[in-house]
C-alpha cells in the first residue's frame, strides 16, 4: 500500500486489511466486492464519520474571509471517503442483504442522522455559507457555481441552520428517530416478503398457467428447498402473472391477501406503529422549519411547489381515470358471469379476468409475447438506443466481478471517441435476499472538481430467474421497467458536471423520473420492436400482426392502472397534509381518504400503506410519490419532440435532450431545463389521451 493510496481522501486510517484502507487500484476504482465483508463495515463507517467531521472542523477553523473556495468548493471536497463506504453499503443493503448488514444498517442509520444534523446545523459552518451567499452578485461565479451555492445555503436553511438552539435539538432528534424508524420500515418489509411462499405441488394447483410461470415458480421453490413443488412468491414477476393465469380462485385470494398485507401482520414485521410516528414527526419537523404541513415543506423544493398544485393534477387525472375504471369493471363483471361467476369482481380476480377481456377485444395474449421478449435483448435494445441518441457503447466486462455472481458489467464509452463515460452494473433477478422493486443507483457519482471522476452506475430489478439453461423471458411491463431503470441509469452516466452535489439524478424529485419514463417511449417504437424482439427460441421477428396488437391495446386497463396508482399518491399527500397527526391509525386513515375520493371496491392501492417503501422507507417519495404522474406530463410531451419530426432518433432534438436533461443534472431550474430543451412547458394533454383518459 503506497503513500498516495493511503494519504488520498478517500482513505482511511484502517488495518490493511479493510479495503476502505486504501484508494482502490481495481480497474475503474470497482469496489473490490470479494474483499469487503460486513466486519469491515462498521469501521470504516466510523473512521469515515470522524473524517469528515475533521474536514468540516476544518472549514469553520479557517481564518480567511469566507469565499466560494475555501467554503463552498471545500464542502463539495468533504466526505468522500463517507460517501465511498456509504456507496458500497447502502447498495449492498438494498439488493443483498444478510442479518449482518441489517444490524449495522439498524445501528448505522440514527448514528448518520445525527452527524448530517451536526453539519447542517453548525453555526459556525452556516455563518460561513450564509456570508459566501451574502455577497454573490459580487464573486464572478459562472452559471454552475451561482447554482451550487444557491442549493448549498438553501440546503443548509431547510435543514434547520437558522432555528434557535432548543428547536435545532429537537429536529436533530426527530431526523434520528426518522432514520431508525425508515430503517426498520424497510427491513420489514423485506421480512413479510422474504419469509413468504405460497407451495403447490399437485398440478390443480396449476391450472392456467403457462409454462413461463411454471418454470419460474419450480425455480423459486427449488431455491427455497422445496424441489418438485412450484412457489408463488410476493416478488411482482411471480404474484402478477399468478394473479393474472391461476385458474384457482382461492389461491389466487391467498397470494393476493399475503401480498396486500405486508406490513401489517402482527409480530415485529408489523409497520402500522411506525408510520403512525413517522407521520406524526415529519409534521413536526414541518412546524419547526416554518411550513404548516410536511407536504408544504417537501414540495416547496419541487417543480410542484405546493400541495395544492398537486391535487389539482391528481384529481384532474382521478375522475376520468375512475369512470373508465368502472366501464372496465362492467366488462370484467360480465365475462366473469359467462363463465359462471355470480359474485362481484375481486382484487384479486381484477387482472385475471382483465386479460381474458384483452385476448378477447384485442386477440392479444401476454404469454404468446414473452417469447419475444427474451431478458438480454430487451437489454440490447435498451443499450441501443442509447448509441443512436446519445453516441453510447457498452461493451461487457465478464472479467470483472460484481457484489453477485448475477451482476453483469458493462464498460460504457463514447462510441467515436472512446472517451469514457462510466460503468453499469445490470441485476436483474429477484433473491431473498434484495428488496422488491426495481431501481437506479450509484457506487460512485459523477464530477469534475480536482479531475475527471467517471460514474458506476447500477440498475436492480426483481425478474423471475429462469430454468436453468433456459432464457429470461419478460413481461410486456418488465420490458417498460428495464428501460425505465435504464433511463434513470443514462441520466447517472452522461451527466456531465464540475460538482458532484449538482450530478445525475439529484434533481427536483418531481422531475427525476422525466428521463426514465422518457426512455420507455422508445421500446415500444416499431424501429425497436422489429429489430430486437426476436423469438427466443426460433430467432424469428416479432409478427407485423402482434406489433399492431400491442399498439391497439395500449390504452388497455388504464382506468385499472390510473386509479391504483393515483389513489396511492392521494394517500400519500393525505397522511402529509395533516397539520396535527397525533395519533392517527394508518389503517383508517387510509380506509377514510379512500371512501372520501371514491375508491373502486375491486381495486387496491399500488402499494398499500404498511409496505409503501416509497414514502416510509427513507425520506424519498414522502409527500412525493405523485412525482411520477408530474413527470409523465412531461414525458408525454417530450417524446412528442421526436415524433414530431418524423424520426424517433432525430439527432438534433437528441443533441438537445442530452444537453439540457440528461447530462445537465441540477445546474439549473428543472422548468427553466424542460423550457429549453421543448421552448415551452407541457400541459397535461398529452398525458391524457397517453392514458386513453381525454375527454
Same mark, same amino acid.
Given at each position: ?41 462498521? /469501521? ?67 448514528? !448518520? ?69 425508515? @430503517?426498520?420500515?424497510?427491513?420489514? $418489509? ?45 416478488? *411482482? ?6 394473479? @393474472? ?29 411506525? =408510520? ?16 404548516? @404541513? ?25 375522475? /376520468? ?9 362492467? &366488462? ?11 359474485? /362481484? ?39 441501443? $438506443? ?60 459523477? *464530477? ?63 422531475? =427525476? ?49 390510473? =386509479? ?21 391509525? /394508518? ?21 398499500? !400503506? ?8 427513507? &425520506? ?22 421526436? !415524433? ?21 443534472? &441540477? ?23 397517453? *392514458?386513453?383518459?381525454?375527454?
Amino acid at each position: 500500500m503506497t503513500l498516495a493510496e493511503t494519504a488520498h481522501p478517500e482513505a482511511l486510517p484502517l488495518p490493511a486489511e479493510n479495503p476502505f484502507a486504501a484508494r482502490w487500484q481495481t480497474p475503474f476504482r470497482l469496489p473490490p466486492f470479494a474483499q469487503i465483508r460486513p466486519e469491515h463495515i462498521r /469501521p470504516a463507517f466510523d473512521a469515515a464519520l470522524a473524517k469528515h467531521k475533521a474536514e468540516i472542523a476544518a472549514i469553520v477553523a479557517d481564518k480567511a474571509q469566507p469565499d466560494f473556495a475555501n467554503t463552498i468548493e471545500a464542502l463539495e471536497r468533504a466526505g468522500r471517503a463517507l460517501s465511498r463506504i456509504g456507496g458500497v453499503f447502502y447498495n449492498l443493503t438494498g439488493a443483498d442483504t444478510n442479518e449482518a448488514l441489517q444490524a449495522i444498517e439498524r445501528a448505522m442509520s440514527p448514528i !448518520t442522522a445525527r452527524h448530517w444534523s451536526a453539519i447542517m446545523m453548525d453555526e459556525g459552518l452556516f455563518a460561513r455559507v450564509d456570508a459566501v451567499n451574502a455577497r454573490r452578485d459580487g464573486l464572478s461565479l459562472d452559471a454552475e457555481q451561482a447554482r451550487l451555492l444557491e442549493r448549498t445555503h438553501k440546503g443548509f436553511v431547510r435543514s434547520g441552520a437558522k432555528l434557535a438552539a432548543d428547536d435545532k435539538q429537537r429536529l436533530a432528534t426527530i431526523n434520528e428517530r426518522l432514520a431508525a424508524l425508515g @430503517t426498520a420500515f424497510s427491513q420489514n $418489509v423485506l421480512k413479510d416478503e422474504s419469509s413468504y411462499a405460497l407451495f403447490i405441488a399437485d398440478e390443480a394447483g396449476l391450472a392456467g398457467l403457462p409454462d413461463f410461470l411454471r418454470a419460474a415458480m419450480a425455480r423459486a421453490a427449488a431455491d427455497r428447498a422445496r424441489p418438485g413443488q412450484h412457489a408463488v412468491t410476493l416478488s *411482482r414477476s411471480i404474484i402478477e402473472p399468478f394473479l @393474472t393465469f391461476s385458474e384457482r380462485r382461492d389461491l389466487r385470494e391467498e397470494a393476493f391477501l399475503a401480498w396486500s398485507r405486508r406490513g401489517e401482520n402482527g409480530g415485529d414485521s408489523d409497520n402500522r406503529a411506525i =408510520v403512525a410516528e413517522m407521520v406524526a414527526l415529519r409534521a413536526e419537523k414541518a412546524k419547526l422549519l416554518g411550513y404548516p @404541513t410536511f407536504a408544504h415543506f417537501k414540495l416547496d423544493d419541487a417543480m410542484a411547489k405546493t400541495p395544492e398544485h398537486v391535487r389539482d393534477l391528481l384529481e384532474l387525472v382521478w375522475k /376520468p381515470a375512475r369512470a373508465r375504471a368502472a366501464r372496465e369493471a362492467a &366488462d370484467l363483471s360480465a365475462l366473469a358471469g359467462l363463465e359462471g361467476g355470480n359474485g /362481484p369482481i375481486r382484487p384479486w380476480d381484477w387482472r385475471h379476468y382483465a386479460e381474458k377481456v384483452r385476448q378477447k377485444t384485442y386477440a392479444f395474449d401476454e404469454a404468446a409475447l414473452k417469447p419475444y421478449l427474451p431478458l438480454d435483448r430487451v437489454r440490447q435494445a435498451a443499450f441501443d $438506443v442509447a448509441g443512436k441518441l446519445f453516441g453510447l457503447a457498452f461493451t461487457e466486462r465478464p472479467e470483472l466481478a460484481g457484489y453477485h455472481p448475477e451482476v453483469r458489467l458493462f464498460e460504457v464509452t463514447e462510441a467515436a471517441s472512446g472517451r469514457a463515460i462510466g460503468l453499469f452494473l445490470g441485476d436483474y433477478f429477484a433473491r431473498p435476499s434484495k428488496r422488491s422493486g426495481a431501481w437506479m443507483s450509484a457506487f460512485r457519482g459523477q *464530477r469534475k472538481l480536482d479531475g475527471e471522476v467517471r460514474p458506476i452506475i447500477v440498475n436492480v430489478c426483481n425478474f423471475a430467474k429462469p430454468a436453468e439453461g433456459h432464457p429470461a423471458l419478460l413481461s410486456l411491463d418488465e420490458a417498460r421497467t428495464l428501460f425505465h431503470e435504464f433511463g434513470h441509469a443514462l441520466h447517472g452516466l452522461i451527466s456531465d458536471v464540475t460538482y458532484g452535489s449538482l450530478a445525475g439524478t439529484s434533481v427536483a424529485r418531481d422531475f =427525476v423520473e422525466l428521463p426514465s419514463q422518457l426512455y420507455e417511449h422508445w421500446f415500444l417504437t416499431r424501429e425497436v420492436m422489429r429489430q430486437y424482439c426476436l423469438h427466443a427460441e426460433t430467432g424469428k421477428p416479432i409478427p407485423e400482426a402482434l406489433i399492431e396488437k400491442i399498439e391497439k391495446a395500449q390504452t388497455f386497463n388504464q382506468g385499472f392502472a390510473t =386509479v391504483e396508482y393515483t389513489s396511492s399518491a392521494l394517500v400519500d399527500l393525505a397522511f402529509h397534509s395533516l397539520a396535527a397527526p397525533a395519533a392517527v391509525d /394508518p389503517l383508517a386513515f387510509e380506509a377514510a381518504e379512500l371512501k372520501r375520493i371514491g375508491m373502486p371496491a375491486e381495486i387496491t392501492m399500488r402499494h398499500r !400503506t404498511p409496505h409503501f417503501t416509497h414514502v416510509f422507507a427513507g &425520506d424519498g417519495y414522502s409527500a412525493g410519490y405523485y412525482s411520477y404522474l408530474w413527470s409523465e406530463v412531461m414525458d408525454a410531451d417530450a417524446f412528442n419532440a421526436f !415524433t414530431e419530426t418524423g424520426d424517433v432518433f432525430s439527432a438534433e432534438v437528441a443533441a438537445k435532450l442530452k444537453r439540457y436533461i440528461y447530462a445537465a443534472g &441540477d445546474t439549473r431550474e428543472a422548468a427553466e431545463a424542460y423550457t429549453l430543451f421543448r421552448g415551452r412547458l407541457p400541459t397535461p394533454d398529452a398525458l391524457l389521451e397517453k *392514458r386513453g383518459l381525454a375527454a
